[in-house]
C-alpha cells in the first residue's frame, strides 16, 4: 500500500524534531558533564573561621578542613576543587582575589559574603563593650547600609560569578542568629541578644533577595542553628575569646558539620 504524501511528510517531521531534540539534549548533558568543578568562595564563615585545623598553606584566610566546603568536596568528590574563601573578606575582596578558579567548567559554586561590608565585627564589638541603646544604635546604622549599600555590592559579586561561570549552580549561604533568647546570658542584655538577632534577620532576607534575583539559590542556616546558639545547652557557635579574637562569633566544627554542611549538602 502506498503512503500519502501527508504520512510521508509527517514521519519526517517527527524524525527531524526527534534529531533536533536528541541534539539538543546531548549537547545540554555535555555540557553538564564537562560542568562539573567546585568552587567555595566568600567569608570566614565559609573558610571555617572558629572550627579549627586550618590549612597551613591557607595563611591568615584560616581555610578549615572542618569547613563545610572542605566536607563537601571529601564526601562528594568534584572534578575539581578551589577553596578561595578568606577570613575577613568583603564583596571588594571577593571580587578582587577569589573568583581566578571560576570557569566554564564549574557547576557548583559556594559563597557567603556581606556581614563584614555591614559592620559584623564592630557591631558585635559595640554591643559587647557598650550600653544597650549603644548596640541598638550601631545595628541601626548596620541596617541601614544593608538597605543603601550592600545590594549593589552583593549584584556586583553575583554578575560577576555568573560571568565567569555560566553553567554553575551557585548557592548562597547565609548567618545563624547568634543568641537564644530567655533565660540569662553572662555579659548581654535580652535587649542586646534580640537586637542582634534581629539585625542577622536583616542582612539574611537581604542577601535571599539579592541571590533569587540573579537565579541562585539561598542556604538560610539559622533553622539548622536552632537550639544550638550562644547562651544555649549546646552552642555550636564560639562566644567571646580574648585568647583568639578572631573565632569569636564563628561556628565552632560542629556547627559547620551541623548546621552548614546539612543545608549546603541539601541544596547544592
Given amino acids: 500500500m502506498r503512503r500519502s504524501r501527508f504520512a510521508v511528510f509527517t514521519t519526517s517531521l517527527l524524525l527531524a524534531v526527534a534529531a533536533t531534540l536528541t541534539g539538543t539534549a546531548a549537547a545540554q548533558a555535555s555540557e553538564e558533564a564537562a560542568a562539573t568543578g567546585y568552587v567555595a568562595l566568600g567569608d570566614s564563615y565559609s573558610s571555617g573561621v572558629g572550627a579549627g585545623s586550618y590549612m597551613s ?19 562528594n568528590s568534584p572534578s575539581s ?7 575577613g573578606a568583603r564583596t571588594g575582596d571577593v571580587l578582587a582575589s577569589q573568583l581566578g578558579p571560576l570557569s566554564a567548567g564549574t557547576g557548583l559554586v559556594s559563597l557567603s559574603v556581606g556581614g563584614n561590608d555591614a559592620g559584623f565585627a564592630d557591631v558585635m564589638t559595640t554591643c559587647v563593650l557598650q550600653s544597650d541603646s549603644s548596640c541598638v544604635s550601631r545595628i541601626n546604622t548596620a541596617k541601614a547600609y544593608v538597605d543603601s549599600t550592600l545590594p549593589g555590592q552583593l549584584d556586583k559579586v553575583y554578575s560577576a560569578v555568573r560571568a565567569k561561570a555560566p553553567a554553575a549552580h551557585v548557592v548562597v549561604l547565609g548567618y545563624p542568629r547568634f543568641y537564644q533568647l530567655g533565660g540569662t ?29 540573579h537565579g ?18 549546646d552552642p555550636w557557635l564560639n562566644s567571646l575569646n580574648l585568647l583568639n579574637i578572631g573565632d569569636s562569633y564563628h561556628p565552632k566544627a560542629a556547627g559547620q558539620t551541623g548546621g552548614y554542611l546539612p543545608v549546603f549538602r541539601n541544596v547544592a
Avoid: M
Avoid at 598553606?57 to 564526601?75: E, H, I, M, V
Avoid at 576543587?81 to 577570613?87: I, K, L, V
Avoid at 541578644?193 to 539579592?210: E, G, P, V, W
Fill in 81 to 87: 576543587f578551589d577553596f578561595t574563601a578568606c577570613s
Fill in 185 to 213: 546570658c553572662p555579659g548581654l542584655s535580652q535587649t542586646k541578644r534580640s537586637a542582634i538577632n534581629s539585625a542577622a534577620d536583616y542582612l539574611n532576607t537581604a542577601i535571599a533577595k539579592r541571590a533569587a534575583d
Fill in 216 to 233: 541562585f539559590t539561598f542556604g538560610d542556616v539559622r533553622s539548622a542553628f536552632t537550639g544550638h546558639e550562644l547562651c544555649s545547652g
Fill in 57 to 75: 598553606s591557607s595563611g591568615d584566610c584560616k581555610r578549615s578542613t572542618k569547613a563545610y566546603p572542605y566536607l563537601w568536596a571529601a564526601a
